[in-house]
């Protein structure tokens, strides 16, 4: 009997240990600090993303998409200018100064109209370092659909001829 009592007590005692030994792993891992954002001396920025994949979308279907940014330098950030690689790329964005840690957008607008796959570029220029930051945006417009019912080539009220 006592050699059954000195095995269960000894199996508590493990159990005991492992249990504690997985918490501190679990309250360590917990408490680990994420990396810090990198902030730079003077004004700074940093996108969210740099390339925006529209996938495959349909023949004018909403082609305005936005790029966040956020100033990750010590200075304001001014945006000088934003120009597309085309006349289908078309870039809007804010002329007063983004201070330090705010955000930003820089929304893109692609003409929706033009079929087929995309790859376009969108240059912006301000005073962080380097200057110059060059966005993409990339996709494929499919035909849309004619509406079931009217022949196609035929005048209707769905079509515009």
Known sequence: MKKLASIVAILALSL???????????????????????????PGMVFEAETIDYGTIQQYADGERVFKFKNNGSEPLIIKNATGSCGCTVPTFTNKPIMPGETGEIKVKYATDRLGKFNKTVTVTSNATPDTKVLTIKGDVLKKEEPAGVPNGEKGIFNKN
């Open 16 to 42: 005991t240990m492992v249990v504690a030994q997985t918490k501190n792993a679990k309250d360590v891992k917990a408490q680990t600090p994420a990396p810090k954002e990198q902030t730079v001396t003077g």
